[in-house]
């Protein structure tokens, strides 16, 4: 069965400084892959997805993840990190394995910004 | 709309009463998905519905939980006998054409 696992439960930065959440995935085929946010008492929003094509992905915010099939992971980075970004971040894998289908999340890791 | 909708936002209730917890989805969406997120569970998915194939129940908790869509639009997931440890976030999502999943705000339910 699918299953995403993110080791870090909470992760503080300095304002200004690099960023990068860890997800590893199990999934025996490509994956669908997916990185929301969830800030204070919101909904989750799309960072980005991966797909298939260049492993490299872009997102909003400033945010970029690379689908590394090898090390069977998926992880975010920033290369700046801004007060606004502290938030509850969850990687997801489309559980059967297309997109569309449900979503199976991580447990999430929650940044938190230092001035 | 423009988003996806739930209602109401904030539901408290007494233990063994039922639920009805309503999501709208993003207009011209066919698939619908249910999720809870719990402190102890993270975020679980419950069911799903996709255009008029029969819905994937795969992840509802107990029989006292269900779900219905009406018109291939909005849902209504129904929580029978409610019990403490059904206290959560009831989070609700659609997608249309690429399968992108969009939520929304979700329905925070309390069980005393």
């Known amino acids: 069965a699918q299953s995403v696992t993110q080791p870090d439960i909470h992760i503080t930065v300095s304002e200004g400084a690099s960023l990068e959440l860890r997800c590893n995935y199990s999934y025996g085929a490509t994956p669908y892959l997916f990185w929301y946010v969830q800030s204070p008492g919101q909904g989750l929003q799309l960072l980005l997805k991966y797909f298939s094509g260049d492993t490299l992905v872009q997102g909003i915010k400033g945010f970029e993840a690379e689908f590394k099939r090898s090390q069977s992971s998926f992880n975010l980075r920033k290369p700046s990190v801004h007060w606004s970004d502290a938030a509850e971040y969850f990687c997801a894998v489309a559980k059967a394995g297309q997109a569309g289908t449900a979503l199976i999340f991580g447990k999430g890791t929650t940044l938190s910004v230092s001035s | 709309g423009a988003g996806v909708s739930q209602s109401p936002s904030n539901k408290v209730t007494e233990k063994g009463k039922d639920v009805e917890l309503r999501c709208d989805p993003i207009s011209g969406h066919t698939a619908l998905y249910w999720y809870r997120q719990s402190l102890g569970q993270g975020l679980e998915f419950l069911i799903y519905?996709?255009?008029?194939?029969?819905?994937?129940k795969s992840g509802l908790p107990s029989d006292r939980f269900s779900a219905e869509r009406t018109g291939g639009s909005v849902s209504t997931l129904t929580i029978q006998r409610t019990q403490q440890e059904d206290s959560a976030v009831y989070l609700c999502a659609s997608s249309g054409v690429g399968g992108t999943q969009y939520f929304g705000p979700g329905t925070r339910l309390t069980v005393l």
């Open positions: 519905f996709q255009g008029n194939s029969a819905p994937d």
